[in-house]
Nanobody, 122 residues
Framework: QVQLVESGGGLVQAGGSLRLSCAAS????????MGWYRRPQGLRSREFVA????????RYVDFAQGRFTISRDNAKNTVYLQMNSLRSEDTAVYFC???????????????WGQGTQVTVSS
């Protein structure tokens, strides 16, 4: 089993930055892809944000390109999401996700964090 614990959410003004962290414990070495989803306010579904594999291959959704950067420390089984130029529409609960394979499509995610709130004030 793998447990994912997020940190780093909070309140920030539009144009500001936040850095999210997610540490995997337990059988962390069984994980390949790690990344982030988010659930915007008022919505029930989660949307993909970014992912990274152990070998450093990254994927981003369009709205994250150029503003968000995902990185990873394999020795610590920890993934980070640096979010810059934040907008009010980035307000959401951000969930850490992990999968044993290289893909992090929703149906492939085996492990979820509890979520961390990011609120961007305009």
């Amino acid at each position: 089993q793998v447990q994912l614990v997020e940190s780093g959410g909070g309140l920030v003004q539009a144009g500001g930055s936040l850095r999210l962290s997610c540490a995997a414990s337990g059988s962390g070495d069984s994980i390949n892809a790690m990344g982030w989803y988010r659930r915007p306010q008022g919505l029930r579904s989660r949307e993909f944000v970014a992912s990274i594999t152990r070998d450093g291959t990254t994927r981003y959704v369009d709205f994250a390109q150029g503003r968000f950067t995902i990185s990873r420390d394999n020795a610590k089984n920890t993934v980070y999401l640096q979010m810059n130029s934040l907008r009010s529409e980035d307000t959401a609960v951000y969930f850490c996700a992990a999968a044993p394979g290289s893909g992090l499509a929703f149906q492939l995610v085996d492990y979820w964090g509890q979520g961390t709130q990011v609120t961007v004030s305009s």
